[in-house]
């Protein structure tokens, strides 16, 4: 991904282009990643040691305890605005969501997925009604359902049942040459699932919300989307095919085979998932022990719609926890790592961490702490005990989307990082996409953002795939909402069932 740095972006559309293109070296990175330790001997069960058993800091340094009245209002005004983010930014013809605002580009599938939480959401707290929200959803749905699919490359919303990474927010046909892409259609599905549960008065406008996500579930081919059976695609290009990478080991992609294993129309076998855990690694990184992968937003998004909670599939039992925890060590170790600082990074600390994808300020080299270091753009940042794509920059969205697996240390960095760093990086949406402190050049142009002198680089841009995670895990560290009502879904059931998960909410009876 780092390879990519030095190509400028003069136009929307390229900086449209170089961000998918990023995205997928990205994922395809990940998977060779993963591959080149499985051939290694590295496979699940298998501890690495990160540093020396004494000079490993505490599972979990202290926090300030914030009084309950103030959590409430820290979480009362990030929810509304992050809301405010999906209900008021969507095209007001199509109302497909926009990948990123208020820089001008293509709509994101993924956030139209999480877009469908925010409805239920809004409509919860009072933000609009539910009438509102339902219609709002209603119209979404119909839209997508009637996008055409088919083979050829232009033309066309997606094929075989699964969406285009990104859609022209105008037609909601396939923008410039991206992928049809599995995992971004897994998680506009799984929203439309919870629209489907959320949205069940008997009225004709919710029956035909849960018609519309019933029939835009039914219809993905998960069977055809497996060149390599039995682990499917990362994605397909009608120019070349099958994408060669497929999803294999930890990280966001769990929510892509539960929902393919419980589809009552094009089911896969259950030794997907077994291809699908084979690769995993037990890493140990500054004091915690988890299932590796680097960037935070991996133990994030299939946890926007799964209580893993309570549940374990055959690696679970065997590891003695559930991927629940697993998302809780990894958010402690990369505030660990931040308090450690091993790099010397202006501003990381127990209140000022966070490591994942986001924006960043430019693709240049700058001597910092006296050696030169490297800084990106938008890059897959991570870090781990092998694998490091870190430039100092910070993303709230890795702390936000965190709150459920680790609220006594999320809740105090989260009103810090809004006091420290005030309208500069918390706006009308709430958190911007990301800031790096230590980037303070002010001669140097910056792609995104920019540089406030004496504290540092700023993004100017809110990014959808940050609004669906942080409004969603919020609403279920207060409520469970979006849990709540996916544990209900015979789909999801049945895909979790199907990988071999028991336990807790599982084997409860149903209410």
């Not at 496979?43 to 103030?70: D, H, I, L, N």
């Amino acid at each position: 991904m780092a390879g990519d740095g030095q190509n400028l972006r003069p136009s929307p559309a390229g900086r449209a282009r170089r961000r998918s293109n990023l995205l997928l070296l990205f994922r395809r990175a990940c998977g060779f990643f993963l591959l080149a330790f499985l051939l290694q001997g590295l496979g699940c069960g298998t501890a690495r040691q990160s540093e020396p058993p004494a000079a490993r800091p505490p599972a979990v340094a202290p926090a300030v305890p914030m009084a309950p009245a103030a959590v409430a209002s820290l979480l009362d005004d990030l929810e509304r605005r992050t809301f405010d983010f999906f209900w008021e930014t969507a095209n007001p013809e199509t109302l497909l969501v926009p990948d990123r605002w208020p820089t001008r580009s293509f709509s994101s599938v993924a956030a139209i997925g999480y877009a469908f939480n925010a409805y239920g959401i809004g409509a919860e707290r009072g933000y609009v009604s539910r009438e509102a929200a339902a219609e709002r959803t209603r119209r979404t749905l119909r839209f997508l359902v009637e996008l055409p699919q088919g083979p050829e490359p232009r033309g066309n919303a997606g094929y075989r049942g699964f969406f285009y990474h990104f859609l022209d927010p105008e037609t909601g046909q396939r923008f410039e040459r991206v992928e049809l892409s599995t995992v971004d259609t897994s998680l506009l599905v799984a929203g439309a699932l919870f629209s489907r549960g959320y949205f069940d008065r008997d009225n004709p406008v919710e029956r035909e919300i849960r018609d519309l996500a019933e029939r835009l579930y039914r219809r993905v081919e998960w069977e055809w989307a497996r060149p390599n059976p039995p682990a499917i695609s990362h994605g397909w290009h009608p120019e070349t095919g099958f994408i060669r990478s497929d999803w294999r080991g930890y990280n966001e992609a769990m929510i892509v085979y539960l929902l393919a294993l419980g589809s009552p129309t094009h089911p896969i076998d259950p030794d997907a998932w077994e291809e699908w855990t084979r690769p995993y690694r037990l890493v140990r990184f500054h004091g915690q022990e988890y299932l590796d992968f680097a960037p935070l937003f991996g133990h994030q998004f299939s946890h926007v719609w799964v209580d893993f909670r309570g549940i374990r599939d055959a690696v679970g039992r065997r590891l003695g926890f559930d991927y629940f925890e697993n998302s809780r060590r990894a958010a402690l170790a990369q505030r660990a790592w931040a308090i450690a600082n091993p790099r010397g990074w202006k501003g990381l600390g127990a209140e000022s961490w966070g490591v994942s994808a986001c924006d960043g300020p430019a693709d240049v080299e700058l001597t910092v702490n006296g050696e030169t270091r490297r800084f990106w753009t938008y890059a897959g940042r991570g870090v781990g005990p092998d694998f490091a794509i870190d430039d100092g920059t910070l993303t709230p969205m890795a702390v936000a989307g965190s709150v459920a697996f680790a609220p006594e240390v999320v809740l105090p960095t989260l009103a810090a990082l809004r006091q420290q760093h005030g309208e500069a990086l918390y706006g009308r949406y709430g958190f911007l996409d990301a800031f790096n402190p230590t980037f303070d050049f002010v001669d140097v142009p910056v792609h995104h953002g920019r540089v406030v002198p004496g504290h540092g680089w700023y993004d100017t841009d809110y990014l959808g795939l940050d609004q669906g995670p942080i409004l969603a895990m919020v609403e279920n560290y207060r409520s469970d909402l979006v849990w709540r009502v996916m544990r209900r879904n015979p789909h999801l059931r049945r895909g979790l069932e199907r990988a071999g998960f028991t336990g807790g909410w599982l084997d409860a009876p149903q209410r």
